[in-house]
């Protein structure tokens, strides 16, 4: 099993900046892929960032490109989420899941998810 906890989340001012942290355990993680997710009330849980854990490739959602940037810390099994310039409609509880080999986008591959952290953002 791999446990995945997320922590940094907030209110914060429109413009303002959050960073998130997941710390993985439990397991190797040289092959896993890790994703952020997020998901508003009423909508659909919807890919934000996804990193590679060897490599570090990264695969960025349109609506986040340029204003958030994931990164990993190997020796902590941690990984990172950067949140530059939000928007209100970055609101949203946002979640860290893991699976292993391919990066994908789509939140029902993935075996592994963390509790989630609230995001606000306000106008």
């Known amino acids: 099993q791999l446990q995945l906890v997320e922590s940094g989340g907030g209110l914060v001012q429109a413009g303002g900046s959050l960073r998130l942290s997941c710390a993985a355990s439990?397991?190797?993680?040289?092959?896993?892929?890790m994703g952020w997710f997020r998901q508003a009330p009423g909508k659909e849980r919807e890919f934000v960032v996804v990193?590679?854990?060897?490599?570090?490739?990264?695969y960025y959602a349109d609506s986040v490109k340029g204003r958030f940037t994931i990164s990993r810390d190997n020796a902590k099994n941690t990984v990172y989420l950067q949140m530059n310039s939000l928007k209100p409609e970055d609101t949203a509880v946002y979640y860290c899941?893991?699976?292993?080999?391919?990066?994908?986008?789509?939140?029902?591959?993935?075996?592994?998810w963390g509790q989630g952290t609230q995001v606000t953002v306000s106008s």
């Open positions: 990193i590679t854990w060897g490599a570090g490739s990264t």
């Open positions: 439990g397991r190797a993680f040289s092959n896993y892929v």
């Open positions: 899941a893991a699976r292993l080999r391919a990066i994908s986008t789509y939140h029902s591959e993935y075996d592994y």
